[in-house]
């Protein structure tokens, strides 16, 4: 069964950083498309970063500028959060799905069919 295992989450100050990591269990994740979601309480899922196999990659708005995704050679993804806000705290899942995703649904957690278990993201002010 392919397992998503995110790791890397914590309590941080606001201006702080962190960067968090997702172990795939199956080798050719690298033809995935991959992304972080984050979900807060009482709100909805929301796409952050996706990293499509080809290196394309879209962030939502509110990251642009602060957040990178990335992936290494032995295909883990990694978010890395710099000048992190109050509002970045949540849940914080990665995701992946083998099939090709118009613009649209990039950033849309209904895309994915595989979801990580989430780490938390804590930013005080």
């Known amino acids: 069964q392919v397992k998503l295992v995110e790791s890397g989450g914590g309590s941080v100050q606001a201006g702080g950083s962190l960067r968090l990591s997702c172990v795939a269990s199956?080798?050719?994740?690298?033809?995935?498309?991959m992304a972080w979601f984050r979900q807060a309480p009482g709100k909805e899922r929301e796409g952050v970063a996706v990293?499509?196999?080809?290196?394309?990659i879209t962030y939502a708005d509110s990251v642009k500028g602060r957040f990178t995704i990335s992936r290494d050679n032995a295909d883990n993804l990694h978010l890395q959060m710099n000048n992190l806000k109050p509002e970045d705290t949540a849940m914080y899942y990665c995701?992946?799905?083998?099939?090709?995703?118009?613009?649209?649904?990039?950033?849309?957690?209904?895309?994915?069919?595989?979801w990580g278990q989430g780490t938390q993201v804590t930013v005080s002010s």
């Open positions: 995701a992946a799905t083998s099939i090709f995703l118009d613009q649209w649904a990039k950033l849309v957690q209904g895309a994915y069919r595989l």
């Open positions: 199956r080798a050719d994740f690298h033809t995935y498309t």
């Open positions: 990293l499509e196999a080809d290196g394309e």
